[in-house]
């Protein structure tokens, strides 16, 4: 399977591209709900050396390793991050769609399979997007995904 190379994330708040360039990934927010707060315009872009899809948001880290051979956090190794993902596409059409509708919550049952898919297509060894393993910061609990592990 071709590992995808451009992403979309809706959060409670914006919509992202997550993308990379010159070797860098890269969120890019691409839209953002009326009447909502936040330090990123429009527009503007925040990098790191990965991303990480993760229960709690999306999250620029410097390392695949997110938590300590106890199952502690390294918040040290974790940079700029969004607010929880409500869905995940691979079509901003679609991303658009959700980030208008009322109610979000993360990991939406609305778009519970579109989001499977997402994260089914992310492998182990992807260049820059990852999704953990540890119990503090795994989306894997909410969704069954047979053949996406710890990297």
């Given amino acids: 399977m071709d590992q995808p190379h451009e992403l979309y994330a809706v959060t409670r ?3 992202y591209r997550l993308g990379s ?7 890019e927010k691409r839209a953002m ?11 503007g872009k925040m990098a790191g050396s990965f991303i990480a899809l ?8 410097h390392s695949r390793v ?4 106890s199952g502690n ?11 929880p993902i409500v869905a995940l596409f691979f079509k901003e059409e679609y991303a658009k769609i959700c980030l208008e509708q009322a109610d979000l ?4 049952s609305r778009w519970r399979e579109q989001t499977k898919k997402v994260l089914q297509s992310i492998d182990p060894a992807h260049p820059f997007i990852f999704i953990p393993g540890d119990e503090y910061f795994s989306p894997l ?3 069954t995904v047979a053949h996406c592990a710890a990297v």
Avoid at 35 to 41: A, D, G, H, I, Y
Avoid at 54 to 61: C, F
Avoid at 105 to 108: G, I
Wanted: charged letters at 25%.
């Fill in 73 to 83: 956090p390294l918040f040290e190794e974790c940079g700029d991050r969004t607010s």
């Fill in 54 to 61: 993760t229960k709690r948001g999306i999250i620029l880290t």
């Fill in 66 to 69: 997110l938590v300590d051979s």
């Fill in 141 to 143: 609990k909410l969704h």
């Fill in 13 to 15: 708040t914006s919509l």
């Fill in 21 to 27: 360039e010159s070797g860098t990934s890269v969120l």
């Fill in 105 to 108: 919550t993360p990991f939406d």
């Fill in 33 to 43: 709900r009326e009447n909502t707060l936040s330090r990123v315009e429009v527009g």
